[in-house]
T-cell receptor, first 114, second 117 residues
Framework: AQSVTQPDIHITVSEGASLELRCNYS??????LFWYVQSPGQGLQLLLK??????LVQGIKGFEAEFKRSQSSFNLRKPSVHWSDAAEYFC????????????FGAGTILRVKS | GAVVSQHPSRVICKSGTSVKIECRSL??????MFWYRQFPKQSLMLMAT?????????EQGVEKDKFLINHASLTLSTLTVTSAHPEDSSFYIC?????????????FGPGTRLTVT
């Protein structure tokens, strides 16, 4: 069955350090890929998305993500984390032809230490 | 563009009463809207898909008689939680698909925090 995995429930990084949040999916073809950020008590904000083309996509707030077909991954990265990046991050995947629904990963909570 | 609003943002109701949550697409027409539920420290779970002018499609395990969904226009979908109980307390988020956009992209509302006392 189609699934989305975010293996890290919590990640703590120092302010100014680099960040990588992992996302893997299970699907036989190329899906449509999204990363969202959610601050406590707030809704979702779209960081970036991948539909086709260049596998390295740039998003808002200095985030980028790389789609690797061979690894079925879409990892989110940021070269230098700011304290305001502390939030929960969700990878979401749309699997065409399988209910046409957006499936969310479990989320990764990012803590930033000063 | 592509803004989705939800009303109310927070609601507290007594056990046994019903509460209605509205989801509106402000600057586009949405033939399809989605309702998600998010428990504390958990991910979003799709509850149902609503299509304008037709009955909603509920995910397995979601009680359709408890969570009534109406999508009466191209810009409005409502979720009514009937006979609410404390276990219905949750964060409800809607999203909408732009009728003139791509089928795999959705725009999310800010969410509604429901507390049942």
């Amino acid at each position: 069955a189609q699934s989305v995995t975010q293996p890290d429930i919590h990640i703590t990084v120092s302010e100014g350090a680099s960040l990588e949040l992992r996302c893997n999916y299970s699907y036989g073809a190329t899906p449509y890929l999204f990363w969202y950020v959610q601050s406590p008590g707030q809704g979702l904000q779209l960081l970036l998305k991948y539909f086709s083309g260049d596998t390295l996509v740039q998003g808002i707030k200095g985030f980028e993500a790389e789609f690797k077909r061979s690894q079925s991954s879409f990892n989110l990265r940021k070269p230098s984390v700011h304290w305001s990046d502390a939030a929960e991050y969700f990878c979401a995947v749309f699997f065409p032809g399988y209910g046409n629904k957006l499936v969310f990963g479990a989320g990764t909570i990012l803590r930033v230490k000063s | 563009g592509a803004v989705v609003s939800q009303h109310p943002s927070r609601v507290i109701c007594k056990s046994g009463t019903s509460v209605k949550i509205e989801c509106r697409s402000l600057d586009f027409q949405a033939t399809t809207m989605f309702w998600y539920r998010q428990f504390p420290k958990q991910s979003l779970m799709l509850m149902a898909t609503s299509n304008e002018g037709s009955k909603a499609t509920y995910e397995q395990g979601v009680e359709k008689d408890k969570f009534l969904i109406n999508h009466a226009s191209l810009t409005l979908s409502t979720l009514t939680v009937t006979s609410a109980h404390p276990e219905d307390s949750s964060f409800y988020i809607c999203s909408a698909r732009d009728a003139s956009g791509v089928f795999y992209e959705q725009y999310f509302g800010p969410g509604t925090r429901l507390t049942v006392t």
